[in-house]
């Protein structure tokens, strides 16, 4: 049964629940990952090494900080899934392209310079799988919920809700995670496992000796 946009918002202010962790992980290994915008930004420029990380702009905000361990723990659960591959919406993609320095890459490309971030860029949105849905379906699903999350992140929850089999969404955005967690999708923030010690631990090992939370 399809749930409307104001009752997901109901739903949200009342529970407080979350998703376990082996939940979270058996989701991860059965169907896969979807990756949020942030996430997938990491998930690339972690790819270069432990300095790209360290070093990548779009990876520190007032917000959020991403660290290498951040990477390894995205890496890890895309790599745990079956099919080695994982989910990202195109509402995702236009973010990526500011790893790419535009204007700068311009004159590098007189110069016969390929960017830093080109392979990385290529091979992993080659590899994953994107998920498309047409912004009218999505807006028209979850009009009300515009304002609070924005187009990229409507894309994601209309992913959650809708795909056939459910998929495990990794995100820095907790109002985000909170959401779909409330409506019993399967959803955990860095932030969560970070609260866990998992991050400095290997994933796998660590999310086995987990029971439900």
Not at 34 to 46: E, K, P
Not at 83 to 100: I, Y
Not at 171 to 192: M, T, W
Request: charged share 20%.
């Amino acid at each position: 049964m399809e749930i409307s946009s104001p009752q997901l918002l109901k739903i949200a202010r009342k529970m407080t629940s979350s998703t376990p962790i082996n939940d979270f992980y058996d989701i991860c290994k059965r169907n896969g990952i979807l990756l949020d915008t942030n996430m997938l930004i990491l998930y690339i420029v972690g790819q270069n090494g432990e300095e790209a990380v360290k070093n990548e702009s779009l990876l520190h905000s007032e917000k959020h900080s991403h660290s290498w361990d951040d990477f390894k723990v995205v890496k890890q659960l895309v790599d745990i899934s079956a099919t080695k591959q994982f989910f990202f919406t195109p509402f995702s993609t236009p973010e990526v392209s500011h790893l790419l320095d535009i204007e700068q890459n311009r004159q590098r490309c007189k110069n016969s310079k390929t960017h830093k971030y080109h392979n990385s860029i290529i091979e992993t949105l080659c590899n994953g799988i994107e998920i498309s849905n047409p912004t009218r379906n999505i807006l028209q699903k979850h009009e009300h919920l515009l304002e609070r999350f924005g187009i990229a992140d409507l894309s994601i929850i209309n992913t959650a809700f809708f795909s056939t089999k459910p998929v495990a969404v990794l995100s820095d955005d907790e109002p985000l995670c909170d959401l779909l967690q409330f409506n019993n999708l399967p959803a955990i923030s860095l932030a969560r496992l970070n609260a866990l010690g998992i991050c400095n631990q290997n994933l796998i090992a660590r999310m086995n000796t987990f029971t439900a939370y």
